[in-house]
């Protein structure tokens, strides 16, 4: 059996893992380069009980154990360490507290930590990047083959049932099953495929070089600022980088990833906002100013599954805010579908596709 996957994000280098621990012969093609959107650009920051209530809750918990695991089977280093989580807020200037924080004084006397929302136990961390490329590279050191190239729509038998392959570029690859990974990229996928609408939610972030002065904690944070509270995020990583986000907003998706660029305004806003959080966020530390879109659907959860009326078909993404921390579990349960017809860990009931209304192709061809 030969499965194609199209997209190198989080989603597609971790079911290439998976796929291939059942024997399964696997092809990723991805247009850009391996975690080239906002598996390269993400957080990284994991939970293991953040989607309690929610019918996340499952794939998040089973996926948090494989973030664990997954170091001690697979050769690199993608920063993986337990981490501790604190909310708060930013103090105006003019009322600034002034607390002792221990292993936080790295913080601004005006930064007040109101609560520890996360331990070792339930928060930890990797380095999306680096994971992503870290299970792709166990994928090809155990068969698959990646390839170039972009996508540009799916072949299927004379009654349009069964997949037969993928088109890239003027050429066929042929296959047994197809997975569409491709982030919010895989609207266009919407045009070959009964699909539900996939939108791409912008953000801006900022990695510093921080080296060993930031404590490994993540950091939940509201700041007052023009126009209303903002939350802002904080996660200092192994590697010595700290990457601060906030201010999402809706900006058109460029057709190629690797157009995708911050808004110059918002990176300004937040390169402010971080300078309030510590003298260390300073202009000579930055590594990175960028933007990246998340995949998001109609109700806020994944797409997993085969896509109805179709022999082979399968889609996976989605994800939202939880990509990085719910990729492992991903690729595990739809290894276990595509191989042996069934997800045995995690139900993927509540993600299957056939949920939400197809999109219009039509609408696309608006765009
Ligand atoms: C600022 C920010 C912070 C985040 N922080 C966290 C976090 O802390 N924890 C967490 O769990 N999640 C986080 N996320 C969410 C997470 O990054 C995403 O959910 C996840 O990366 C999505 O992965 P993906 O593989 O579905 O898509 P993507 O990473 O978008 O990958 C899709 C791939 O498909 C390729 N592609 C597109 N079109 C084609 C084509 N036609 N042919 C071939 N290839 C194609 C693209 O080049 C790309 O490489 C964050 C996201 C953002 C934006």
Known sequence: MRVVICGGGVIGACTAYFLRRHGVDVIVVERTEVAAAASGKAGGFLARDWCAGTPLDALARRSFALHAQLPEKIAGDWGYRPMTAYSGYVAPDDDAPRTTRSKLDWLSNGVVITQRIGTAATTAIVHPRK?????????????????????????????????????????????????????????????????????????????YDTGADVAADALFLECESEGGTVSIEVFPRADGSTHVTALSDIAPLPLDPAAVTPDREAIARLQIMCERLSPLFRPDRIIAQQACFRPVTEDGLPLIGLIPQSEGLYVATGHNVWGILNAPATGEALAQLIADGVAREVSLAPFAPGRLAPLDPSLLQAR
């Not at 050191?141 to 088109?167: H, P, Q």
């Not at 296959?175 to 919010?184: F, H, L, Q, T």
């Open 131 to 207: 994971f992503t490329s870290g299970m792709m590279n166990a994928a090809l050191a155990n068969g698959a083959e990646l390839r170039s190239g972009r996508v540009t729509g799916i072949v299927r038998d004379a009654d349009g049932m069964k997949v037969k392959g993928v088109e890239v570029g003027g050429d066929v690859i042929d296959a047994d099953a197809v997975v569409i990974a491709m982030g919010p990229w895989s609207l266009l996928a919407a045009q070959w495929m009964s699909l539900p609408a996939v939108y791409g939610q912008r953000s801006p972030s900022i990695v």
